[in-house]
């Protein structure tokens, strides 16, 4: 159970273009959705918080403007990476919590964005 | 600010020996701690919790200790396999914000 579906897994596009993640809770009702940025070798970066029908709540220093979240079922949240550059390569990861908040998060296998 | 982090950037350990890998946090008010695995290419998968009322958690194979006098807490792996080897994470959780903070990872080698 608690399976957390990510898609797609890689992605590639030019400089300029704009990117959608898809975060799906397979098997369980997602009331509060994460989603984290991890550079190689590096640790999870927690990016934005979001409750299902209501606005995303971002960590300081990320724009919310580049980083668009929707979080519009209780199964589903994306993310999109507007006018995406280079130094927003990068391995995205989601992670979905059913019901209360102290219970652990469940992650999807995150998609890896390569920006030409 | 909060912090969580790892003693050791990598740890190899002999096939079918015990692992333990340890992590240390620094605000007091963390109360939920959890380890997760990641495999290369993949998120992270859960593997045990502990709250901050409890020293000791088993589950399979693994063991979770917290010590909140040193604010330390460490994971053990039991007889270690070769699937075992992957990046593990230790988060700590503070009841205020519910926010996960992720230590920096022990790379785990299982040595044939």
């Known amino acids: 159970g608690a399976v957390v579906s990510q898609h797609p897994s890689w992605v590639i596009c030019k400089s300029g273009t704009s990117v959608k993640i898809e975060c799906r809770s397979l098997?369980?009702?997602?009331?509060?959705m994460f989603w984290y940025r991890q550079f190689p070798k590096q640790s999870l970066m927690l990016m934005a918080t979001?409750?299902?029908?209501?606005?995303?709540?971002?960590e300081q220093g990320v724009e919310k403007d580049k980083f668009l979240i929707n979080h519009a079922s209780l199964t589903l949240s994306t993310l999109t990476v507007t006018s995406a550059h280079p130094e927003d390569s990068s391995f995205y990861i989601c992670?979905?919590?059913?019901?209360?908040?102290?219970?652990?998060?469940?992650f999807g296998d995150g998609t890896r964005l390569s920006i030409l | 600010g909060e912090s969580v982090g790892l003693h050791l950037p990598t740890l190899s350990v002999q096939e079918g020996d015990n692992s333990i890998i340890n992590c240390a946090y620094s605000?007091?008010?963390?109360?939920?701690f959890i380890w997760y695995k990641q495999e290369s290419g993949k998120g992270p998968q859960f593997i045990i919790d502990?709250?901050?009322?409890?020293d000791k958690r088993q589950g399979q194979r693994v063991t979770v200790l917290l010590n909140k006098t040193v604010k330390h807490l460490s994971l053990q792996i039991a007889a270690t396999q070769p699937g075992d080897s992957a990046v593990y994470f230790c988060?700590?959780?503070?009841?205020?914000?519910?926010?996960?903070?992720f230590g920096t990872g022990t790379r785990l080698k299982v040595l044939a």
């Open positions: 502990i709250r901050s009322n409890m």
């Open positions: 992670s979905a919590r059913a019901g209360s908040r102290d219970q652990p998060q469940h």
């Open positions: 988060a700590g959780v503070t009841s205020g914000t519910y926010k996960y903070i």
């Open positions: 605000n007091s008010a963390s109360d939920y």
């Open positions: 098997d369980f009702q997602a009331t509060t």
């Open positions: 979001s409750n299902e029908g209501s606005k995303a709540t971002y």
